[in-house]
């Protein structure tokens, strides 16, 4: 067997570069180590070493030859005992023969269906597996009436008592019992040793909670707000999302990163910004966006247990809004799977977080006016329940997003998407998608309710794919 | 006139117990525990040998971008020498002599280096993080080991490396300040290697050194020599102690140097003057120690050249058994891409892997 010196990649974005020169002829015996080429890229001169014995049989690309490909051949050696005419056999015209192939395959492959062969959406031509309407809770469960705040609150303190790993750390959790009393008396059960105050340093705390992490305990990670999780997203996606991955499934990193997100009142710009989206994006990471009490508590004692990292979005008006929670000992809710919260047969309302408050108020208004709205509110971002929302618009055949981030790249998008590939022949009416303006917050508060979703806007969208 | 402004006041020596003809200092009061100096050199030989063959293979095609490690090999071996099992390694990006030290093998070394997050899944149970990519952000998570393991009633201890470009990160600053204020039992160990890519030690820091900078966080710091491995032991054993027995951490600046490139993407030559390199290949951390193994007659050039075939034959059958796994890896099913995103595949993640194995069927036909 001859085996074929190819052109080497001296660095992770090389495609192409010149065979400056060759320090061998053909003839010449080499062994692992010799010097055989020069290679020239724009960025640096590298001297190609040979790994393996042998003679140089031929050089198949001539010194001072530009534009050679990364794995072209560009020389072959024959082993012991070979002779030249062993080369004609091998001199096959792509390099995959005897040396390892390169991770990344070649782009102009003819072969590469991809380019040519797109996969066609597929229309869904049944609707998918109708998921029975299962009831969160037994019938006859006590409710009893609580603000967002205190189910957030409970949901930490039942993980807690459940689980010694637990602990939770951000600015102004202990003492002062969250800076939006989240974290209210969680101090004075769990002592300072699992409620810890921290230095002013979101990316600092965001490490630390990633390494204890690694370290077999499951913290609980506040942000004040998203906002200022900005300085700390580094930690949060290169390390607590990435370190699975890289470990090759060794080393894990349950940890919950939990704060307010999104506009809050008269805060303005740097502290008004909705991350759903962001976050939703990133492979690795599990993403919930509670509306409800219940919700609230129940999916962040899922993602407490849960083994991987979790954004968990709240919403600082809401914090303070009361709801029904049913008086359950361990009451969780699965993450990944959406609430129908209405009932309807004329169009789909999707939304999550506090888009629902727009939501359901336009719903109860359309009801008025005889148009009938499904309502589903996501809660969990990543994974996404896409067949919720498939089986809501297959029936109603047409959709309305909402929510309070940005137009680009938004939730809504992603919803329109999936909808135009399995749903495109069920759908009536081109899908719309409610979202902020396209601006920063501003900061007086008759601007920053324009720059918001309106329930008036959620109200005319309906009723405009109802051709209403 | 009163001076109210103090000047900085960095008192650090670099510490020394070998010097380069091998002789032992006055400061090393003990003789040196010979056969652990044996085993140590055995083991910076082998890094040397490794990290050569990784960039001919790489510079062949064969392995993926990496750093090499060599002319640290001293201050790596010195250091992860002095933790045990119980203890955590967290290493940056050019820590492989480390890691093989702790157990990583040639094999898994090369099918990792070859792209494959394969050769990365060690024992469960090994406390040995994967290499961290952006600069310093290991160091908070260093703190964050460190503090689970005090939390959990152990007495573990953290040890983290790091260059002096790292320094310059606010990740070093707030780990270091999280560690202070939780007395997290870490030892932040730096290895100064003069250059961070092209950029040189002048240009990163107007502190006159690294080390002083731990100083602002209350933490007790020393500089060391690098390239002599008795000295940074030495060090890193105070540092380890005094966290595992008193649960302070400790900063030691390495003073070493990177007589290779940065990492395979870059060249050198382009920004660092020759007499530079020449003059740190005189302090070559490898001829020190064996010096000082010679002047014990632990070893002649004879027992080096053995040694040294030995551990060419262990690479060569390492590349060997690496080649086959690679190729089989090659061969299998590419959609272990999906592998390890989440502990349990999410639902979507199961409809596009069957979407891409259905693509995959087709690309054969």
């Not at chain 1, 996606?237 to 990163?257: D, H, W």
């Not at chain 1, 992603?414 to 902020?436: C, K, R, W």
């Not at chain 2, 394969?118 to 090994?126: F, H, N, S, W």
């Not at chain 2, 870490?186 to 107007?206: D, E, H, K, L, M």
Request: proline share 5%.
């Amino acid at each position: 067997m001859t085996i074929q010196v190819l052109m080497p990649a001296l660095s992770p974005t090389m495609e192409e570069g010149k065979l400056a020169k060759w320090n061998v002829k053909e003839g010449d015996a080499i062994t692992s180590g010799d010097i055989i080429a020069e290679i020239e890229t724009d960025k640096a001169t590298m001297e190609v070493e040979a790994v393996d014995e042998g003679v140089v049989g031929k050089l198949v690309i001539a010194e001072g030859t530009e534009g050679v490909k990364v794995n072209e051949v560009i020389a072959i050696l024959l082993e012991d005992g070979e002779d030249a005419s062993a080369i004609d056999a091998a001199a096959a015209p792509k390099g995959n023969g005897g040396a390892p192939a390169q991770a990344e395959k070649p782009s102009d492959s003819g072969s590469d269906v991809r380019h040519d062969a797109p996969v066609p959406a597929q229309p869904a031509a049944t609707l998918p597996d109708p998921e029975p309407e299962q009831a969160e809770w037994p019938e006859g469960t006590t409710m009893k009436t609580q603000t967002v705040r205190e189910a957030l609150r409970d949901a930490m303190a039942e993980e807690m008592r459940r689980d010694d790993a637990v602990f939770v750390m951000g600015e102004e959790v202990a003492e002062y019992q969250g800076a939006y009393k989240i974290t209210q008396g969680l101090l004075d059960e769990f002592s300072d040793r699992r409620v810890i105050d921290t230095p002013i340093t979101e990316h600092g705390f965001a490490g630390i909670g990633v390494g204890a992490a690694f370290g077999g305990l499951r913290p609980i990670v506040e942000f004040m707000t998203f906002n200022f999780a900005m300085q700390a997203i580094d930690h949060i996606i290169n390390s607590a999302a990435k370190t699975l991955y890289m470990s090759g499934g060794q080393m894990g990193c349950p940890i919950v990163f939990r704060g307010p997100n999104g506009a809050a009142a008269r805060v303005a710009a740097q502290h008004s910004q909705d991350y759903a989206a962001w976050y939703a994006q990133i492979p690795g990471l599990k993403v919930c966006m509670p509306y409800s009490a219940a919700d609230a508590k129940g999916l962040l004692k899922s993602a407490i247990r849960d083994p991987n990292p979790v954004i968990f979005l709240e919403n600082e008006i809401l914090y303070g809004k009361s709801f029904d929670v049913p008086d359950l000992e361990d009451f969780t809710v699965p993450i990944g799977k959406a609430k129908v919260w209405r009932q309807g047969t004329d169009v789909t309302l999707v939304s999550f977080g506090i888009g629902m408050t727009y939501t359901l108020e336009a719903a109860d208004r359309l009801a008025e006016e005889g148009i009938s709205a499904e309502v589903i509110d996501l809660r969990s971002l990543r994974p996404l329940d896409r067949g919720a929302v498939l089986r809501s618009v297959m029936k109603t055949n047409r959709c309305v997003t909402v929510e309070e981030g940005w137009p680009v790249c938004s939730i809504g998008n992603h919803i329109s998407s999936i909808l135009m590939q399995e749903a495109f022949d069920y759908l009536d009416a081109p899908v719309i998608n409610l979202t902020g303006k396209d601006v920063p917050m501003p900061y007086a508060a008759n601007l920053e309710k324009l720059a918001l979703v309106t329930t008036d806007e959620v109200v005319e969208a309906a009723k405009s794919v109802c051709y209403r | 006139m009163t001076i109210l402004l103090a000047e900085p006041d960095p008192a650090f020596e670099p510490f020394r117990l070998l010097d380069r003809d091998g002789s032992l200092r006055d400061e090393a009061a003990v003789e040196p525990d010979i056969a652990m100096v044996e085993e140590m050199h055995e083991a910076m030989l082998r890094a040397r040998r490794v990290d050569e063959r990784l960039l001919s293979l790489q510079r062949r095609g064969d392995l993926g971008t990496f750093a090499p490690v060599k002319g640290q090999e001293a201050a790596q071996i010195g250091s992860i020498s002095c933790i045990g099992d119980e203890d955590w390694f967290v290493p940056s990006f050019r820590e492989m002599a480390a890691a093989l030290w702790r157990g990583q093998s040639l094999v898994d070394l090369l099918v990792a280096t070859a792209g494959w997050n394969e050769g990365l899944a060690t024992r469960q149970d090994a406390r040995n993080l994967p290499p961290a990519i952006p600069v310093a952000s290991q160091l908070p998570h260093a703190v964050g080991i460190a503090h689970a393991g005090r939390l959990r009633g152990e007495e573990s201890v953290v040890l983290t490396y790091f260059g002096d470009g790292a320094t310059s990160e606010g990740d070093f600053h707030e780990a270091l300040n999280f560690a202070s204020v939780l007395n997290a039992p870490v030892v932040f160990f730096c290895q100064n290697n003069g250059w961070a890519i092209s950029t040189p030690r002048a240009r990163q820091t107007g502190s006159r050194t690294l080390c002083q900078k731990a100083h602002a966080y209350g933490i007790s710091a020393a500089q060391v020599d690098g390239n002599d491995l008795l000295a940074v032991r030495a060090v890193t054993r105070e540092a380890v102690r005094r966290a595992r027995e008193e649960g302070r951490p400790s900063m030691i600046e390495a003073l070493t140097y990177r007589m290779e490139v940065h990492t395979t993407a870059d060249d050198p030559t382009r920004y660092r003057d020759d007499d530079e390199v020449e003059k740190w290949r005189a302090r070559d951390p490898i001829n020190r120690v064996q010096a000082l193994l010679k002047a014990r007659d632990q070893i002649d050039d004879e027992m080096i050249a053995a040694l040294e075939s030995q551990i060419e034959d262990e690479i060569n059958k390492a590349w060997d058994d690496a080649k086959e796994q690679i190729r089989e890896l090659e061969d299998g099913v590419p959609d272990a891409i999906f592998d390890h995103v989440f502990r349990e595949p999410t639902a979507e993640l199961d409809r596009q892997r069957d979407l891409f194995a259905k693509l995959e069927r087709r690309d054969d036909g």
